[in-house]
């Protein structure tokens, strides 16, 4: 509980006090005065204050943990390793965020500590690195294979044309074989097979012309 919300209990366990022992005051027999300490010690027992600032401001920062995983697990451009270090994370900004809640002694002081732990939830912004690393990998081992496809003067225009269209395909299956992964072996392992796919395309468009000329 807040101080405040301290403050509005004690004052209303007060106010039960004073009438009950206005009502005993007031009781003309026995019977009336014990039933008059009976109904005002049962008033002041009654009061039970509830944390509402705590528990509405703890409840709006599982609600951002909530909508932030939920935005983490649809990241398609996360490897599985990458979502789940990301939702650690987010789940200790969101204890850290609680916590800091249970200590606050004012209203105001609980509101901080909410606006502060929502931002920090909020805030989290995994990136997808293991995913833009590798497909930069096959964009670099395309850019390689179509420099060397221009300086082969072996190939006509048409075959450098071809290969070239052939190399971009290898890199677009590739690339679309890294964002369907979902770990980061599967990542490096899509890597690994696209920029080969990429690399041995010169030397297939080699091997098809010299079939042609059999």
């Known amino acids: 509980m807040t101080d405040e919300e301290k403050a509005t209990a004690k004052q209303e366990a ?15 027999t026995n ?26 401001a703890k409840k709006a920062v599982e609600d951002a943990l909530a909508e932030k995983i939920k935005a983490i697990e649809g990241n398609n451009d996360l490897t599985d390793e990458e979502k789940a ?4 994370e987010a789940q200790d900004k969101a204890t850290a965020a609680k916590e800091a809640i249970n200590n606050a002694r004012t209203n105001d002081a609980v509101t901080q500590a909410k606006k502060d732990g929502t931002t920090e939830v909020n805030n989290v912004d995994p990136q ?13 081992a395309l850019a390689e294979k179509i420099k ?38 599967a990542v490096t392992q899509a890597k690994e097979n696209g920029t080969t796919e990429v690399t041995n395309v010169i030397h297939n468009q080699k091997q098809k012309t010299a079939a042609k000329k059999q």
């Open 14 to 28: 007060q106010d039960k006090a004073t009438a009950a022992k206005e009502a005993i005051n007031n009781a003309r």
């Open 31 to 56: 019977d009336a005065v014990t039933q008059a300490k009976t109904d005002g010690t049962t008033e002041v027992n009654n009061v039970d204050p509830q944390p509402e600032a705590k528990n509405a």
């Open 85 to 88: 270090t990301a939702k650690q």
């Open 128 to 140: 997808p690195e293991a995913k833009t690393a590798a497909k930069k990998a096959v964009e670099d």
């Open 148 to 185: 060397e496809i221009d300086a082969n003067n072996a190939l006509t225009d048409e075959e450098k044309a071809t290969a070239k269209q052939e190399a971009q395909d290898k890199a677009t299956a590739a690339k679309e074989a890294i964002n369907n992964a979902r770990t980061n072996n």
